[in-house]
């Protein structure tokens, strides 16, 4: 049998295991948007979503921001840490591939020369 | 020693990497325009991914084509796209069109430096929430596997 570490399973995690709270993520990745308009992209009741996003904002994933009548969302420290992540990925990504193009460009040259 | 790859969010919807290369300009541009050397750096050994096939009309007007395999994936998973502008060599512009139609255009510069060659390319979506879709998938998508996995733990028991 495979033994897992524990994980630790704090409010992020949580917050993550969640399809529909994965999806607002990714929502609100694109741009901001009310609980009510989350709701409706949804198919949800408002209080449903809201509750959902009671979640994502203990976990620091989303902040809101009440003005006048509506409540906003968007990603929160968390999520753009997260966003941090990818880009780092992403030079990673980059890294790798230019040291393998060193190795052939040092391959070229010495082709080259007699 | 590796030289240092630099990335840059430069706007709301572009990216930007930066990289020296310690060789002639027109080896550095070959290395990126022979199909046959290029499969030979493009997929990083640590990414597990396997080029299957690739396929570069390299001329303005042209088209690309590249299919690569992952032991995660069921299918096969090709990217495709134009050259807009190819002119040997400092300059090379493809569009990315594997996506939908919010993919980005990627333009790569090459520039002779001595005995070096300065490669800058850019990465420019289509708009800022083009770029941060983009980010926001790849972010997530990590998480979207990691609880698939539990989801099949815990319906395992």
């Known amino acids: 049998m495979v033994q897992y570490s524990t994980p630790r399973l704090d409010a992020s995690f949580a917050a993550l295991s969640d399809a529909t709270r994965r999806g607002v993520l990714r929502q609100l990745g694109r741009a901001d948007a009310s609980i009510t308009e989350l709701a409706d992209k949804f198919h949800m009741t408002l209080t449903g979503m809201k509750k959902h996003v009671g979640v994502l904002e203990d976990a620091g994933l989303v902040v809101t921001q009440k003005i006048g009548r509506v409540r906003t969302c968007k990603l929160g420290r968390r999520a753009l840490e997260q966003e941090a992540a990818w880009i780092e990925a992403y030079r990673q990504l980059w890294a790798a591939r230019f040291d393998a193009l060193d190795e052939i460009v040092e391959e070229l040259k010495r082709k080259e020369s007699p | ?157």
């Open chain 2, 1 to 157: 020693m590796s030289i240092t790859t630099t990335v840059e969010r430069k706007s709301d919807r572009e990216l930007v990497v930066t990289r020296t290369f310690r060789g002639p300009l027109r080896i550095v541009f070959k290395a990126w325009t022979t199909p046959d050397l290029f499969k030979r750096w493009w997929v990083p050994k640590s990414s597990g991914m396997t080029m299957l096939s690739c396929e570069m009309d390299i001329r303005t007007g042209g088209t690309y084509r590249l299919v690569f395999s992952h032991p995660a994936m069921e299918q096969p998973m090709p990217f495709f796209g134009r050259y807009l502008e190819v002119t040997p060599p400092s300059r090379l512009v493809w569009t990315n069109d594997e996506g939908d139609d919010e993919g980005a255009v990627t333009t790569v510069t090459f520039e002779e430096r001595v005995d070096e060659t300065l490669v800058v390319l850019h990465d420019l979506y289509p708009s800022k929430e083009a770029l941060d879709a983009a980010i926001a998938s790849g972010a997530t998508s990590g998480f979207d596997e990691q609880f698939a996995q539990l989801d099949e733990m815990l319906a395992a028991g």
